[in-house]
């Protein structure tokens, strides 16, 4: 029977449009399913979205459609594009999906049940695009310090995950098992900067807003998207349902391919929630690296991401899997350029391949009709060529078994340049000119078409079409010299093969022509998606002004505001933002930290009359205490202007009510 491999990408949010960062952490997958399929294992390649969190249902409230409406139109467009680039997806889950809801709240119950999930309070804050959770000491100028964006405070009836009392087991298998963590580094930072300074126990439950799967037996509470997300590495193999019997077969995952900023989610949590389902631990989780535009991570906040799309449409399928998997070594970051696209779609695919493969095909039209004939006599440059090819074949299954696409595909290409460099070694031109040497021009094309054979072999998982359209032209037509194994065996193509000259199969691009229409194309694109994205972005302000409850005055009486004089302030050592001030209110002193250094310095804060929120808990932000809050406007533009009584010499201290 044949070997398993269960492969997973990340669930993605359909909250954004997916661009080419979320297509290489996909395509990067496929490759690697695509190559299992072809040893021969029995391969399960798991995708899907994460379709449930604040970030959705404030979206969706934004466009007066459900939770439900809006995630529907977006996964048919998710599904469009891994159409479009070729994905091969053996599953697609959803975590609206009923089979996943059901299993989620049997994991949650069980957990429960077996006192590994507890009620308690949840205080902190909560930053809602990473749908994640922080204390005080780790935001960075009071900012989420994955994303940089705003955060909430939030203070709720939580229930807990006891992520603490898995921490030594988790240490002690990731140093076990070092294959665990890829690459190496990425390991380094989970145990440096995670496990070893001690986990807390995580909040799994939320109660402020509803789209979410319920706690069956507590239903004011939704269930934390991050455990709901992560279990549909299990629920979609029926893990939880009646019939699980593909749970048994796929599981433990053989790799989970995320990107760098959610390896903790999977080398912490998810070990950490399967240890306490008593379930085996995935075999390894890779954590990529970002594709990168002009110095940052591609996102559409930044509104610098590229449309997969566009490229497909202008250059093919192929040529963008080839680039994106070729230009960045897995496991680090890597700049996207235009440039850099079409430079490599001339120098490696266009001259390159195409060129060998449209020299070849030509020259067997040209010498021989088209059929070679069996008869052929060796030359002194043949043994160096097999060589070459014999070395590629098991170096690509070395390096692809690691994931190391980028120098799979480096190994491909020397045997492309060696046969390239045969050409020029046995001159078939000079050969041609004497039949006494046809037999030599023969058995050198032959040698010529069945090294192109062997690269349309090894790139089957990288670029699933370009395979057939070079079958087509060399006359590779019996399966046999298609399957994978073939590519070690010099000499599969039949002797009298027949070509068929065929069109270029990667046209050769005028850069400076195409640079120009290129960026014309993407800035089209991309002026649609910022139109659609501003509308967005307004309709979800909208909506949570909309959203804010109203309060009765009892609730405003809890908030007790007071009239203070700034009578020293000083930036905070390492922050842009923060000003650090002395206020007096009355007969006490109070030291606030405020966010205010874009707009006040500290010589212009001096003298001021401020308003002051008193009765907020003390904060620690960057290593020093914050005793209440001065209260600031902020316009549109992030433009901030202190509030204050418009009386200058008015009693600090007095009560604001
Ligand atoms: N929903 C979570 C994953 C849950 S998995 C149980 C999520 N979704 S996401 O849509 O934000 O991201 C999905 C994947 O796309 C992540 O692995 C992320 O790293 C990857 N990428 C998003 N932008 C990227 C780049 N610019 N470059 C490379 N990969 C990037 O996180």
Request: charged residues 30%.
């Amino acid at each position: 029977m044949a070997e398993k491999f269960y492969i997973t990408t990340p669930i993605y949010y359909p909250s954004d449009k997916l661009h080419i960062g979320h297509s290489y952490c996909t395509v990067a997958t496929d490759t690697m399913a695509r190559y299992k399929r072809l040893r021969g294992y029995d391969v399960k390649f798991l995708t899907g979205t994460d379709e449930h969190g604040q970030k959705i249902e404030r979206i969706a409230q934004a466009q007066g459609v459900t939770p439900k409406e809006y995630v529907d139109k977006i996964v048919a467009g998710v599904k469009e594009l891994w159409k479009e680039l070729d994905i091969s997806y053996d599953k697609f889950i959803r975590t609206t999906d009923d089979y996943h809801v059901a299993a989620v709240q049997k994991i949650f119950k069980q957990l429960y049940d077996q006192g590994d999930i507890y009620k308690s309070e949840y205080e902190g804050w909560y930053c809602t695009p990473c749908e994640s959770f922080y204390t005080d000491t780790q935001l960075v100028d009071g900012k989420c310090p994955d994303c940089g964006r705003e955060v909430e405070r939030l203070k709720e009836e939580s229930y807990f995950f006891r992520l603490s009392k898995y921490q030594d087991r988790l240490i002690k298998h990731i140093e076990e098992h070092p294959e665990f963590i890829q690459p190496q580094t990425r390991q380094n930072e989970m145990i440096n900067n995670f496990l070893k300074p001690g986990l807390e126990d995580l909040c799994v439950s939320r109660t402020t807003f509803k789209w979410g799967i319920p706690v069956t037996f507590d239903d004011k509470h939704i269930v934390y998207v991050w455990v709901d997300a992560l279990s549909n590495y299990i629920t979609a193999l029926g893990y939880g349902s009646d019939d699980d019997s593909e749970f048994k077969k796929y599981w433990p995952a053989d790799v989970h391919v995320v990107g760098k900023e959610i390896v903790r989610f999977h080398t912490i949590i998810w070990p950490a929630m399967l240890m306490a389902l008593n379930l085996p631990l995935p075999k390894q989780v890779f954590g990529h690296g970002w594709l990168i535009i002009d110095g940052g991570k591609m996102s559409k906040s930044k509104g610098n991401v590229v449309d997969p799309k566009v490229l497909v449409d202008r250059y093919g399928v192929d040529s963008i899997r080839y680039f994106l998997l070729r230009e960045i070594a897995f496991g680090q970051d890597g700049n996207f350029t235009n440039e850099a696209l079409i430079q490599r779609i001339n120098s490696d695919l266009a001259n390159d391949l195409g060129n060998l493969v449209s020299r070849t095909v030509g020259m067997i039209d040209k010498y021989f009709g088209g059929k070679l004939p069996a008869d052929r006599e060796e030359t002194e440059f043949d043994a160096s060529l097999k060589e070459t090819a014999a070395a590629v074949t098991t170096k690509v299954d070395e390096l692809l078994d690691k994931m190391l696409f980028s120098d799979a595909l480096t190994e491909i290409w020397t045997l492309i340049r060696r046969a390239n460099k045969y050409v020029d070694e046995t001159q078939p031109w000079v050969l041609a000119k004497d039949d006494a040497n046809k037999p030599k021009l023969a058995n050198a094309l032959y040698n010529l078409a069945e090294a192109i054979r062997i690269v349309s072999v090894l790139i089957q998982p990288f670029m699933p079409n370009t395979p057939k359209l070079i079958w087509e032209q060399i006359g590779v037509n019996d399966e046999a010299a298609r399957t994978w194994d073939s590519a070690k065996v010099w000499g599969t193509l039949p002797a009298e093969i027949q070509v068929t000259k065929g069109s270029v199969i990667f046209p050769r691009i005028d850069m400076k022509k195409e640079l120009a229409e290129l960026e014309a194309a993407m800035k089209a694109a991309q002026a649609a998606s910022v139109a659609n994205q501003t509308k967005q972005a307004e309709e979800e302000k909208e909506a949570e002004e909309e959203s804010v409850p109203e309060i009765s005055i009892d609730d405003f009486d809890k908030i007790k505001l007071k009239v203070g004089t700034v009578i020293a302030s000083e930036r905070m050592k390492g922050s842009k933002k923060l000003l650090k001030n002395q206020i007096k209110i009355g007969n006490e002193t109070r030291q606030i930290l405020s966010g205010i250094a874009p707009n006040y310095s500290p010589e212009e804060m001096v003298g001021k009359k401020v308003i002051v929120l008193t009765n907020l808990p003390p904060r620690k932000m960057m290593g020093e205490m914050s005793y209440g809050m001065i209260l600031v406007a902020e316009d549109e533009n992030g433009e901030l202007s202190i509030a204050s009584v418009d009386k200058a010499d008015f009693a600090d201290g007095s009560a604001i009510s």
